[in-house]
């Protein structure tokens, strides 16, 4: 079934792309995936997601969900990560 929402292509310039790489090498996830992610964090940083109530309000609250288990993953790994590394400096 044909999705209603359209793609969106880009080509990012090298230095962002580099940039977007490097998200995805640290984090493990997708070139997609960042990209979205970025985004979502832009247009919420000028403020323009608007809180409209209307027919794509569960859409939304969705997409918001998904963006923060994302964020909450994100920091988990990190944390993670930190944590493995502060035991390995720590047997040393």
Do not use: W
Not at 24 to 33: D, G, L, V
Not at 57 to 74: P, Q, R, T
């Amino acid at each position: 079934m044909p999705s209603q929402r359209k793609r969106i292509g880009f080509l990012p310039t090298v230095e962002v792309q580099e940039i977007i790489n490097k998200i995805c090498a640290t984090e493990n996830i997708s070139q997609s995936k960042v990209t979205g992610i970025l985004v979502n964090e832009a247009i919420k940083a000028r403020g323009l997601k608007k809180n409209s109530v209307n027919a794509n309000v569960i859409c939304e609250h969705s997409s918001d969900d998904e963006f923060n288990l994302i964020k909450e993953f994100l920091e988990y790994k990190r944390f993670k990560i930190m944590f493995q590394k502060a035991i390995s400096e720590g047997i040393k």
